[in-house]
């Protein structure tokens, strides 16, 4: 198999199942060696058992007494489910990445079951939302340090459905490849999520004037457990950190957060990369420069600033971070593959636009020579994605096609091909699927 096939990041990085397949004690170590003076009694104490636990599916009671170099069956017999996910294609094990095949993201607001995972390192352990807290520091008049009760209490507390979508999501399609988590069209979803406005937490701290742009840091470790590496710390303008859609998240769809997309406690900046949404929040810092946390200097989240051709080497300096998203579509149903009697079937999915609206998705069934526009549903508010529905007719059995496109409220469609960029970002190309008709 190639890297290709597997589909991760570097072959270099073992996933779990690897690495205590052909090194069991080296494997331990490497998961439990990495937190300083960790009361490591068994195989599961330390770093590897949330993500052991959300691999077998569940929580394991006598993980003490499990003996080291040890692989629980469940994983020897598959790559494992992930707890509280369903039908999620698992990229990458260490760190965890799950993307989710397009027609089981059908819903207007996607379960939490089917929220894609997307994780730079190691989410922390034992998390206890009673005694977790939110620094605000920086360039700000007070400084602050918020529990989750503080937030609820202190500020109006909001529920919206907003979209986050990974910046690399449509990787894996890049010609010549781009390496990363080969992410196809499943690294994006549009939750309901509870808390409150970020911008009016900044505003009680006292914004100064000198502010451009904020830092984000979340609890989770750095890959090689070193505690004074930061697995992800991003940021973004302060003019894009104070619009009233960005929330500090304490719930996704009315429930506790799961733990792999950032309980207790995320920030939701939707419609730029999901990388400006950090998870497992504990400190927002203002500051009078762009921020230069881990993987946002160099090319991380970063695009050339001008059209380059597939393959071209581009020198560090000409790139530029990433703001808004692009517009695009995710046809839903039917199925990629499936067969069908039907001369006519309904057509269905979601379209979004980082910071504007969709204004129309159109569809096509004979490889874009004519399009038929589909209805649209308004968004439920800023930034969620919107519903399109159309019909396809096929004049006899054979092989077709579906495309869709989304214009956005600014006339800006989704191209054919991919807008190629070295480290596979911002794919936006049309979404094709096939129908088999009989
Ligand atoms: N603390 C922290 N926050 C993080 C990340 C991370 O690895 N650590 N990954 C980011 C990236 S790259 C994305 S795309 C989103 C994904 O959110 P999800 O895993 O809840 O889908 O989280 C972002 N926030
Ligand atoms: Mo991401």
Sequence with gaps: ?????????????????????????????????????????????????????????????????????FIPMALAESEGAIEGKDGLSVLNDRPMNAETPPHLLDDAVTPTSRHFIRNNGIPPEDVDPDSWTLTIDGLVDEPMTLSIADLKERFEVVEENLTIECGGNGRAFFDPPASGNQWTYGAVACSRWTGVRLADVLKAAGVKDSVVYTAHYGADWHLSGDPDKLPISRGVPIEKAMNPH????????????????????????????????????????????????????????RVPNRPVAPGEDVPKEDFVIIEAMPVKSLITAPATGGETAE???????????????????????????????????????????????????????????????????????????????????????MHRISVRVV
């Design 1 to 69: 198999m190639t890297d290709h096939d597997t589909g991760r990041d570097d072959p270099a990085v073992p996933t779990l199942y690897d690495m205590y397949r052909d090194d069991p004690e080296g494997a331990d170590k490497r998961l439990f060696g990495r937190i300083p003076n960790a009361d490591r009694r068994g195989f599961l104490r330390g770093a590897g058992l949330a993500t052991m636990t959300a691999m077998v599916g569940m929580a394991i009671p006598y993980h003490r007494t499990m003996p080291s170099g």
């Design 246 to 301: 960005n929330l500090i998240a304490f719930a996704q769809n009315g429930e506790p957060i799961h733990p792999m997309n950032g309980a207790p406690l995320r920030l939701v900046v939707p419609g730029w990369p999901g990388s400006c949404s950090q998870k497992w929040l504990t400190r927002i810092q203002l500051r009078d420069q762009v921020h230069d946390g881990p993987k946002m200097t160099g090319t991380s989240y």
């Design 343 to 429: 001369r006519t079937i309904e057509v269905r999915g979601h379209a979004w636009a980082g910071d504007d609206s969709i204004t129309k998705v159109e569809v096509s069934n004979d490889f874009g020579a004519t399009w038929r526009e589909a209805s649209l549903d308004a968004p439920e508010n800023p930034y969620a994605w919107q519903q399109w529905r159309a019909e396809a007719s096929f004049p006899q059995a054979g092989y077709y096609e579906v495309w869709a496109r989304a214009t956005s409220d600014k006339g800006i469609s989704q191209p054919h091909a991919i807008a190629w960029n070295p480290k596979g970002y911002l794919n936006n190309s």
